[in-house]
């Protein structure tokens, strides 16, 4: 699944990803490959991203690591859309 994660500032992730946890307005939930298509807000809380990528140089600073192929953003509120194994997720 192809995830991009767009904050004000500029996109700061984008690229293969195996799941996304991120803190949804009705409750935290996964997105996993082939999931439904989606729209939710997000409310203030922890995204984590499990990919064998990392995020670019220039962006690390935005997350933390949580183990080799788990990393953390955090976000006060957003938007995400999953649509045919594409993930985007709005942040602020």
Do not use: C, W
């Amino acid at each position: 699944m192809y995830l991009e994660i767009i904050s004000p500032e500029a996109i700061i992730f984008k690229g293969e990803v195996d799941s996304v946890s991120v803190p949804g307005a009705n409750g935290d939930f996964q997105v996993l490959n082939d999931h439904a298509p989606i729209i939710s807000t997000l409310k203030e809380g922890t995204v984590k991203i499990n990919a064998k990528i990392k995020p670019k140089e220039s962006f690390e600073n935005f997350f933390t690591r949580e183990n080799k192929e788990t990393f953390l953003y955090k976000i006060k509120s957003g938007v995400i859309q999953v649509r045919k194994n594409k993930l985007v997720l709005l942040s602020d």
